[in-house]
């Protein structure tokens, strides 16, 4: 019997730390804590709506632009604004562009050395390498030559001595299983991916003016002009260059990212059968094709599936259902910390009672986390890519489940091989590929708007305070890479009296509830073999696969005595 | 053991980066640092050092957007290049290891390059509490910050947060969070950063500039470079002109927005922010926030989230600033220019003239005191300016101008009225 922390985990966004009981080499128990707080919500209070997202959008520098829309939506439900075409084009390619950006930079950045062993690759031929490559993809820089060039690079590299980032990792770890071949074409992908990043996301710079942290959203549409024939507007130009970037997104998407993730995938089918979780999914739906209200247009459908339940259609989902328990988070209820609070009437009161720093152990029996633990109809629920590939599967949309239906037969696995580590990373590949054929059509979209002389890109009506009711509230639901977002916003007299954001990681990372239900991380940690509690390599790869952000997840409710009189259900 | 190190562009031609593409990236460096070419070739030999400076990347209370930032280094081949040039020794949202084989990398830096490494820290420290609102592997921020910034050869402070605690540090602070500054007083070598996030081109720079000098670029007394914080945004707006002819955006996506006017009514804060955004862009583009469509928000100002605040007010109704009267009072006397001859003509020149020696070397002059001055001048040609009225000698205009010039000072009625305060 072993237990040991992992405190940081690396190659996410934030301070992660997992606390794990080893009995002969698996897990038996887990515990997934927060170690970072900030209180957004708090310093929202007071402020003018119409800047909420601004700040709302710091809450995350890697999923950048997902709380900036969460929260323009929730003010725009709570004001009752129906933005302009232009705008909702624009958020949607906006926001596109965000998931293929995020999902390749968490593939090959974050996620990769947890299957790839970097010193492997060092004895690879590169000619077998672009066979390998070649094999699965036509990929044109598949070349010996090309391999050749990565792999002294690598060669120089380690022989300086200096490893830096790579220094005291698991190389040559038992548990890493691809030939060295395999791990050439992945670290040189690795390292393309990073130039690639960089310059697709230019797409963010032409619609927002800045990635991270875009600056075109507005309350009531988006600040970025359209008009075909100014210079200082999205206009032809503008158009062609973003058509471009989608291009080359789609093209790195299908002909590198895709073909990897099949070729690694197969070589580590075990992990088909682990790291399950709770088996509840939940996804808020996103993307909308009309209105912003209509959710039956949206493109990823709304829906919660319970007990892997995939054979019937998803439930509807209604966000009253939503609670969170604080019984394992630093925080205090007025009436006792064993029942959950829905968002609106939720409270907070920063109740620390960890050990004081410097600590070698939380104490995982109390609180031990500064997320809260969010329920749906009382149930654990994964929120993410996967959640959202299922329901999109369940509710029989026809390319999600040719994507998906043609990846398990490559893998030679059923459905069922879904409920795993391992897809959750390939349903990340395959949601990533149906965005990137998505995305050029919502540009052509705006084009059309634009040479039909539709240039409105704001609605201005409720711009102004003075055309405010004296009380409003609305919530505003986005899909975002790493799963369901959601801001709720209460506004007096022009100002933002209550805010609060429920957050994809807060869902899967969340701590124990009041009955001791553990969440999705938790849950998803148990059985998992450790061959060397030394090296933790197996952990590191289930807790990946959720794609962890914890700047995002840690936030405070702070509702207390404020009584919602209006709950609306979208 | 391995043989000699390889020089930086031995490295980059393994891997296919020609001496010319390694020099077209020192130029790139020297422009962005405003050196003259002369230093172009001393910057590429800098480079070339085989000992790569090991950098300790450090986050606390942060959202990783400098991290994204630092990743997205745009010119071709930068990112490779830092990469190569720098050992990052440590680095949470990149590192291969993780919990204590991360912090043995730590230790293993701090233990190897003492008082040789440079310290960039993303994210504020929070000091309420004992520190509890931010730990890593048990230990606070706060304590993180002390051990690993007061033995590093600098500490380079990116974004605001690390700067003057960001957000987190907005009122009412939650958690008592602090920028570096305040959180390890009397660091020596301490660069800030500010930016929300800070621009990865003057990240670059600035370690360029320490290899090439081996010293740290000059700053202001707040510790801000001057090459990437030396000057106005308003200075050096592509919109300055509209500006100064009183063309301004009065309602999103109206015909003044899409020609690109100017958007100081619609709450820009670029009269008051320090960046060179405007010449640099962002994302290897021409691209930035102001050319996108939307004001500034004055990311790279003082505790901007408190006094830049709201982001649709303009200026004025920041408090402490006086630049109401004088920026709608030159749109309006510009207007009048057109039609109103030498005298106001004068006006606009002394404006510019006094607005440009706003240069590196006096950073900390802003618009309010180059208004204020500039105010002086309109009050001694065209008599007193009160606030809601236009200069006491009002040029003759036709209608169309004058009505232009009224919306300008009907909507500072309707302001004050406290329409959108």
């Known amino acids: 019997m072993a237990r040991i922390a992992i405190d940081p985990v690396t190659r996410i966004e934030g301070h992660l730390r997992v606390e794990v009981q080893i009995e002969k080499g698996r897990v038996v128990d887990a515990w997934s804590s927060s170690t970072m707080f900030r209180g957004m919500e708090i310093v929202l209070r007071g402020r003018d709506p119409r800047d909420a997202w601004v700040f709302a959008q710091r809450i995350c520098g890697v999923c950048t632009t997902v709380h900036a829309l969460a929260s323009v939506r929730a003010v725009e439900d709570a004001l009752g604004i129906q933005i302009p075409d232009n705008a909702r084009l624009m958020r949607n390619i906006i926001a596109g562009m965000q998931y293929i950006q995020d999902h390749v930079i968490h593939f090959y950045h974050l996620h990769a050395l947890d299957w790839v062993d970097i010193v492997s690759a060092l004895a690879a031929d590169p000619v077998k390498t672009a066979e390998l490559n070649q094999s699965i993809s036509d990929w044109p820089r598949a070349t010996p030559a090309y391999f050749k060039g990565v792999k002294d690079r690598i060669q120089k590299f380690v022989d ?127 993307f909308p094709a009309a209105k912003n209200s209509n959710v039956a247009s949206y493109w990823l459908p709304r829906g919660v599936i319970f007990n892997k339940n995939i054979d019937q259609k998803p439930a509807p989902v209604s966000h009253e259902k939503v609670s969170e328990y604080v019984a394992h988070s630093w925080y205090r209820y ?113 084009g059309a708007n634009m040479a039909s002389g539709q240039l409105t890109i704001h609605n201005s009506e409720k711009w102004s305070p003075a055309t405010w009711p004296a009380e409003a509230e609305g919530w505003g639901a986005v899909e975002a890479p790493r799963g369901s977002l959601g801001h709720w916003v209460r506004i007096k007299d022009g100002k933002i009296q209550n805010y609060q954001a429920v957050v994809p990681t807060t869902w899967n990372g969340s701590p124990r509830d009041a009955r001791d239900v553990r969440g999705p991380y938790e849950a998803a940690l148990i059985d998992t073999p450790v061959a060397d509690p030394d090296q933790p390599i197996e952990i590191l790869r289930t807790v990946h696969s959720f794609d962890p952000c914890m700047a995002c997840s840690v936030h405070l409710v702070d509702a207390r005595g404020v009584e919602m009189t209006r709950i609306k259900v979208q | 053991m391995p043989a000699r190190p390889l020089t930086l562009e031995e490295r980059l031609s393994a891997r296919g980066i020609s001496r010319r593409q390694f020099l077209k990236f020192c130029g790139a460096m020297t422009a962005t640092l405003a050196l003259p070419s002369i230093f172009t070739p001393r910057i590429a030999r800098a480079m070339n050092t085989s000992e790569r400076l090991p950098v300790i990347w450090l986050e606390f209370q942060d959202c990783a957007g400098n991290t994204e930032s630092f990743l997205r280094a745009a010119s071709p081949g930068v990112a490779d290049i830092v990469l190569e040039q720098i050992s990052l020794e440590y680095h949470e949202t990149i590192m291969a290891p993780a919990g204590h084989r991360a912090e043995r990398s730590l230790d293993e830096a701090l233990e190897r390059h003492p008082g040789q490494y440079i310290a960039i820290v993303e994210g504020s420290i929070p000091t309420a509490a004992g520190g509890i609102y931010c730990t890593i592997n048990g230990h606070t921020a706060l304590s993180i910050a002390e051990r690993v910034c007061s033995n590093a050869l600098a500490t380079i402070a990116v974004g605001a947060c690390a700067w003057d605690g960001g957000w987190p540090g907005a009122d009412p602070n939650p958690t008592g969070a602090v920028g570096v500054r305040d959180a390890v007083p009397g660091l020596k070598n301490l660069i800030n950063m500010p930016g929300c996030p800070a621009n990865v081109v003057n990240i670059t720079a600035v370690i360029v500039h320490y290899l090439t000098f081996k010293q740290l670029p000059a700053t202001d007394e707040q510790g801000r470079p001057f090459f990437a914080y030396g000057q106005l945004i308003h200075n050096n707006c592509e919109r ?53 469509g939307h004001g500034c928000v004055g990311c790279m100002s003082e505790r901007f989230w408190d006094k830049m605040a709201p982001v649709y007010g303009r200026l004025p109704n920041v408090e402490g600033f006086g630049v109401e009267a004088t920026a709608d009072t030159v749109g309006a006397v510009a207007v009048g220019a057109v039609v109103g001859g030498a005298t106001v003509h004068a006006v606009a020149s002394a404006l510019r003239a006094r607005s440009q020696p706003i240069t590196a070397h006096d950073g900390a002059e802003t618009l309010v005191e180059a208004a204020s001055r500039a105010m002086d001048v309109v009050e001694q040609i065209a008599g007193p300016v009160k606030p809601g009225e236009a200069p006491a000698t009002e040029p003759a205009t036709t209608e169309p101008e004058r009505a232009i010039a009224l919306g300008v000072l009907d909507e500072r009625e309707d302001r004050r009225n406290g329409d959108t305060q």
């Open chain 2, 240 to 292: 300055r002109g509209h500006f100064d002819a009183g063309r301004f955006v009065e309602s999103w996506g109206d015909e003044g927005h899409r020609l690109g006017w100017c958007l100081y009514k619609m709450g820009c804060k670029g009269p008051e922010t320090n960046s060179n955004c405007p010449s640099v862009g962002w994302n290897g583009t021409s691209y930035w926030p102001i050319g996108a």
């Open chain 1, 334 to 446: 007025a009436d006792g910390d064993q029942n959950p609070l829905h968002p609106w009437s939720g409270e907070t009161t920063p109740n620390y009672t960890g050990p004081q720093p410097p600590y070698e152990w939380l104490n995982t029996d109390s609180k031990y986390s500064w997320l809260k633990t969010p329920r749906y109809d009382d149930a654990p629920m994964e929120v993410g890519p996967l959640s959202r590939m299922l329901i999109g599967y369940a509710s029989g949309q026809q390319r999600t489940q040719e994507l998906i239906n043609g990846v398990l037969g490559q893998l030679g696995v059923g459905p069922a091989a879904l409920f795993s580590t391992l897809g959750r990373t390939a349903a990340r590949a395959v949601e990533t590929a149906l965005v990137a054929e998505q995305l050029p059509g919502w540009i052509d979209e705006l």
């Open chain 1, 160 to 286: 300086s001595g200096q490893l830096g980032l790579f220094a005291n990792a698991y190389w040559g770890h038992p548990a890493y299983a691809l030939p060295p071949e395999a791990n050439l074409m992945a670290v040189a992908h690795y390292l393309e991916a990073l130039e690639w990043q960089k310059d697709v996301i230019k797409l963010h710079a032409i619609l927002g003016g800045k990635n991270p942290h875009p600056q075109t959203y507005l309350v009531g549409g988006m600040a970025a002009p359209v008009d075909p024939n100014a210079q200082q507007s999205i206009n032809t130009l503008r158009i062609a260059q973003l058509k471009a970037l989608a291009a080359e997104a789609s093209a790195f998407v299908s002909q590198v990212y895709l073909p990897d993730i099949l070729a690694i995938a197969g070589f580590y089918k075990e992990w088909a059968g682990l790291g399950a979780g709770v088996g509840n999914y939940l996804s808020y739906g996103d």
